[in-house]
């Protein structure tokens, strides 16, 4: 009968689109990727890729497995969540989140899990937040946490805590001993997070009220990018406030104090709505408990560093 490590070799093949592929995300090589499914072929006495295609093109039947493959896949996940102890439930966990969570509450929420779940592997992914939620939906992360402008049947969301951002420059560079109105922000090269980013897109809503956006935008996905940027004068830009309080009170960044300011993001914890699984549920809580994003770079627990060596980068 076949294994779940044949299951698993299938169905990531599928999934990913290769063999080479399939073995970097199972930590194994490509030839015992290969030698699973030719044992399981044998063992099915049947094909279940196309050899004359140049790539891994699933058979009729393949296909069938495949989508069985993820149901049994699935129900084995769902057995060991249930009566496994927390502190015995082994497998890898794919985390996406973007640079903001990165940069503050990630070690936190790192230490908490593996305090939980000591035997957990987390595989983390940063990303910009269409990148993190498109991998998402193929069933390449497990969990994301992004700014929650995201509306999709296909997840299902857990709030976190809401980030408030405000418009900033390079000391001098505007005048701001009154309140602008954000009209007035047309006037200067604005830096945005562009597309690719959540924040970037639910600020491009409220830019549009007021017609700042235009050719005179410089996109960039990076906040230490923009940063620099602001910082030595190449136009002004949104950033988060409480985070990069030292930054203002050093005189690095100076905040632009409008009529209308921008509101506040609030961000989520997302995971698949179709492939459900309380240990997920679960991860996302502890996300909930210990999100922060008012400092850089939190310690992690009482040394500073995390406790667990189950980490993968």
């Known amino acids: 009968m076949w294994t779940y490590k044949q299951l698993e070799a299938v169905y990531w093949i599928a999934q990913l689109g290769g063999f080479g592929a399939a073995a970097e995300h199972l930590h194994t090589t490509q030839s015992a990727i290969s030698r699973r499914v030719r044992e399981l072929e044998e063992q099915l006495n049947t094909s279940l890729f196309d050899r004359t295609a140049r790539s891994a093109v699933l058979t009729d039947k393949g ?5 069985l493959a993820g149901q049994l896949l699935a129900q084995r996940d769902a057995a060991m969540e249930q009566f496994a102890h927390s502190d015995v439930v082994q ?25 939980h779940y000591p035997k957990l592997e987390l595989i983390p992914c940063v990303d910009a937040s269409v990148n993190l939620h498109r ?18 049947a296909g997840v299902l969301s857990t709030p976190l805590g809401a980030v408030d951002n405000v418009w900033a420059a390079k000391p001098g560079l505007v005048s701001v001993a009154k309140p602008l109105h954000p009209l007035e922000l047309a006037q200067y090269r604005r830096i ?43 136009g002004v830009g949104y950033v988060p406030r409480k985070c990069l309080e030292q930054f203002f009170r050093s005189g690095y960044l100076q905040e632009i104090p409008l009529t209308d300011p921008l509101p506040a993001m609030r961000y989520a914890v997302l995971q698949s709505s179709h492939k ?13 408990s210990c999100c922060d994003f008012s400092s ?15 980490l993968l980068v």
């Open 276 to 288: 459900y699984s309380a240990l997920i549920a679960a991860l996302a809580m502890l996300g909930q």
């Open 63 to 67: 296909q069938e497995l495949v989508a």
């Open 192 to 234: 945005t997070q562009g597309e690719r980013s959540g924040s970037g897109s639910y600020y491009a809503r409220w830019m549009q009220l007021y017609g700042l956006q235009g050719k005179a935008e410089l996109e960039t996905s990076n906040l230490l990018a923009l940063i620099g940027l602001l910082n030595v004068g190449a």
């Open 91 to 115: 497998r890898r966990v794919r985390i996406g989140v973007t640079e903001l969570t990165a940069m503050t509450w990630l070690s936190q929420w790192v230490t908490l899990i593996e305090r």
């Open 135 to 152: 991998e998402l939906l193929q069933d390449r992360l497990d969990l994301i946490v992004v700014p929650d402008a995201f509306s999709d």
């Open 296 to 310: 850089l770079f939190q310690r992690g627990g009482d040394d500073g560093l995390s406790t667990g060596n189950h």
